[in-house]
């Protein structure tokens, strides 16, 4: 059988080579996947988790965000272990640039002598080394119009401590980000207004701090990130998705390619029974082809996705410089991973075609051989099985949020619907060929009376258009309701607030014209005292604060009777709290209101018109909120209004910057799928030409008869491309309902979990590309296959066997 071997290597060397093709390409989607994910996790650490990029372990508050860690026990803590750990933390103090007082929410964190832990990117300077040295945020700089030289004092009595500008430094860590930055030393002066989050450790963690927990700087980086998304880890169920996805098109795209690479040789195997081959010795040497090819694919395929994975990420950061994806690690589970499947599955695809062969007598499996007919009650009974299955996986994953069954259920019922194409495609082919001319009409009708073949051939396209409008309708989904959730949490970009006195017509005037308002709008109301708070701040009604506000104004919609108070502009140790109700004073004016809470506008109460009209008879402009143009630099957009509000003594809330930076990670997530599903299509692409030109080549007998008949080369090449176009049009129409089907079930899953007030967004102007895509790409796939079909002569087609 030896000779047999490499007889057979030598003889259907073309077929194996789109074999080979074929397994390299889902090999190398597989380790694609595993460089992009590392990415994007490395990118997300670049920021998010910059502090702890060194450490071995985080030690955070275990009830994070309803708790907070003692500070006095964290810096014993981090004392304890010296040059090994890091705290990261900040404190609000007042602070003054000579005679000029500085923002009232200076903050003030530490920066590490140690390179190690130093996450700090320098802009200028240098970093500051000892007490009396500080480092000042770019964007701080910016707004508070302080540079290199410049001396501040920090605190107050006897904590104020005066400091000079050494640096200025780039924080892209948001949760960790502070005003200035002082060494660690410096820091313990103002040690009782710290608040200490974490602290980031090398080696033994030991004893731990009361309320405290240890965590890994992935797992501690993935909590911080999935409570935005309201404790939905995104990397890691794209991750899942994505995996079972290239799981799925490795083992499609392989079993395809060999099922019609040995529907020609089962003949053979048969003649080779007949000659005394036993069963034993056919297996063994459709085994040892399908290792061949397997592992050199395989290997190829591994050595492929490395460099196309790398090449991925360098392109995004070349299109998208404001992405931050980090330098992947070479993923050797997924490299592994990769060369396995595409091994295990070339073994199992080549052996399942010989099955039938070796399980009946050399003769009769001589006969031409009909399998089982799809419509037939066998036919039918298994896809039938398969959707029932997946559809009731799909319905627990939705009801219960499971990521995993969603994808066991996908996965179950699209292979429900690959078995039942030998029925629907054919037909759904022939009523699309029926109203055109008779060349497509003939190219229909060979389409449908060939349903195994015809079905195999759209399964490649069909899994890619599935997969595209599924990802594209999700992406959209997702992206969408995140940026409605965001809008909600941080309404107004940039928000000017004057506490002492109204706003004049030309300061308002002014900040239009600035270069980056897209709209600003004045902000009526009057100061007034709120019970718990310590100073008095502007109290406004907002009615039209929708044509600024990036949820539409709903923050400022406040029932009569309430008063709705920035969290953050008052600190998390609020009071009032929530739900209290507090005595609010303008004048001697007395009200008793409702405290609700929110996010995103400063230092000022919102209420309802009805209500401020019993505060005030005379509102004036207090506040003006604006909207940012697209493209506007956070950081210039507000040192340019910062410069208008310092004369009249108005303070500045900056939304835009923490817009940006969560539009960072959002960026993240979106080329990285974008990445992957490039990969996808790519790899779609191929399996049409793969199957299709297989295809053809297996048919020379049925061209030649249809030459010999009287068919033109003309005709042949267009009747081939006309099949090619009836085929392509049906798997991207089958697969835009499946894939939306599919994408409705994910944001069920996955989305609305998340983000409660999601809704499905379908992206009607990208799938209507992916339709022509699909249409041109099915055509381009027949051009070679029917330039060789139409070169073959009648004759030399008839003695083909």
């Not at 599955?345 to 399942?352: G, I, Q």
């Not at 718990?532 to 701040?537: M, T």
């Not at 539409?552 to 140790?573: L, S």
Request: include cysteine; hydrophobic fraction near 50%.
């Amino acid at each position: 059988m030896r000779a047999v071997f490499l007889a057979s290597l030598r003889t259907y060397s073309r077929r194996y080579v789109a074999a080979a093709v074929a397994v390299t390409v889902a090999v190398a989607f597989v380790v694609v996947v595993g460089i992009l994910t590392s990415g994007a996790r490395s990118g997300l650490m670049d920021g998010l988790g910059a502090p702890y990029r060194n450490a071995e372990h985080v030690v955070s508050p275990e009830g994070w965000p309803s708790s907070e860690l003692d500070p006095a026990a964290v810096i014993a803590f981090t004392e304890r272990h010296g040059e090994n750990a890091s705290a990261i933390g900040r404190a609000t103090l007042p602070a003054r640039a000579g005679s000029r007082k500085l923002s009232d929410t200076t903050t003030v964190g530490p920066i590490a002598t140690s390179q190690v832990w130093r996450w700090q990117e320098l802009s200028s300077g240098r970093f500051p080394a000892r007490t009396g040295e500080a480092a000042v945020d770019v964007y701080a700089a910016l707004a508070e119009d302080l540079a290199v030289g410049d001396r501040i004092t920090i605190g107050v009595g006897a904590a104020a401590a005066d400091v000079q500008v050494v640096g200025l430094v780039e924080s892209p860590s948001p949760p960790a980000q502070a005003s200035m930055y002082v060494t660690w030393p410096q820091l313990l002066l103002w040690r009782d207004h710290l608040h200490l989050g974490s602290v980031a450790v090398r080696g033994e963690v030991g004893p731990l701090p009361e309320g405290a927990k240890a965590l890994s700087p992935e797992a501690f980086t993935a909590e911080r990130l999935t409570h935005v998304q309201n404790r939905v880890d995104s990397l890691s169920v794209m991750l899942l998705l994505f995996a079972g996805i290239a799981l799925f098109v490795s083992i499609l795209v392989i079993a395809n390619t060999f099922s019609i690479l040995f529907a020609r040789r089962l003949r053979d195997f048969a003649l080779l029974r007949c000659v005394g081959a036993t069963r034993r010795q056919v297996v063994r040497s459709v085994r040892r082809e399908a290792a061949v090819v397997g592992v050199l694919a395989s290997l190829t395929g591994t050595l492929a996705g490395v460099g196309l994975g790398y090449g991925l990420i360098a392109l995004i950061d070349a299109l998208a410089s404001a992405v931050p994806m980090g330098a992947a690690e070479l993923p050797v589970p997924w490299l592994l991973g990769g060369f396995a499947v595409g091994l295990a599955v070339t073994m199992v695809a080549s052996w399942l075609p010989t099955r039938r062969v070796i399980r009946v007598s050399p003769l009769a499996a001589l006969r031409p051989d009909a399998g089982v007919d799809a419509r037939t009650r066998t036919g039918l009974a298994r896809p039938a099985l398969l959707l029932v299955i997946g559809l009731a996986l799909l319905e627990v994953a939705m009801d219960r949020s499971s990521t995993a069954l969603m994808l066991a259920g996908g996965g179950t019922v699209f292979a429900g619907v690959l078995l039942f194409g030998p029925v629907l495609v054919p037909r759904l082919v022939r009523i699309a060929g029926a109203p055109l001319g008779p060349t497509v009409r003939l190219a229909a009708e060979n389409a449908a009376h060939h349903p195994r073949r015809t079905a195999t051939t759209t399964a490649s396209l069909l899994v890619g258009v599935t997969l595209t409008i599924a990802v594209l309708t999700g992406m959209a989904t997702w992206r969408t309701s995140l940026n409605e959730q965001i809008g909600r949490d941080h309404p107004i970009d940039i928000a000017l607030t004057s506490p002492k006195g109204p706003l004049t017509t030309d300061l308002l005037t002014r900040i239009r014209r600035t270069p980056g308002v897209e709209q600003a709008i004045p902000v009526y109301g009057a100061v007034a005292q709120v019970a718990g708070l310590h100073d008095p701040i502007p109290v406004v009604a907002a009615p039209t604060a929708g044509q600024v506000a990036r949820d539409g104004g709903v923050f400022a919609r406040v029932e009569p009777g309430k008063i709705r108070i920035d969290f953050d502009a008052f600190g998390k140790g609020l009071t009032p709290r929530p739900g209290d109700r507090v005595t609010v004073r303008a004048g001697d004016r007395r009200i008793q209101l409702q405290v609700a809470v929110g996010t995103g506008w400063g230092p000022a109460g919102v209420v309802a018109p009805e209500t401020l009209a019993t505060l005030t008879d005379a509102p004036e402009p207090r506040a003006v909120w604006i909207r940012a143009s697209t493209g506007a630099d956070p950081a210039r957009l507000g040192a340019d209004l910062d410069e208008l509000a310092d004369p009249v003594g108005a303070t500045i809330e900056n939304g835009l910057r923490t817009w940006e930076s969560l539009d960072q990670q959002l960026q993240i997530y979106t080329w990285s799928a974008l990445g992957l599903l490039g990969i996808a299509i790519v790899i779609a692409l191929i399996g049409i030409a793969n199957t299709l030109g297989l295809s053809v080549l297996e048919r020379a007998r049925e061209h030649a008869m249809l030459r010999a008949l009287g068919l033109t080369r003309g005709q042949l090449r267009r009747m081939l491309a006309a099949e090619a176009v009836l085929l392509s049009l049906v798997a991207t129409v089958l697969g835009t309902v499946l894939g939306v089907g599919f994408a409705w079930a994910a944001c069920e899953t996955i989305v609305k979990p998340a983000l409660r007030d999601a809704t499905m967004h379908v992206p009607w102007l990208s799938l209507g590309v992916v339709v022509l895509i699909a249409a041109l790409a099915g055509l381009l796939a027949a051009v070679l296959p029917a330039r060789r079909a139409a070169r073959v002569s009648p004759v030399a087609g008839l003695s083909l066997d």
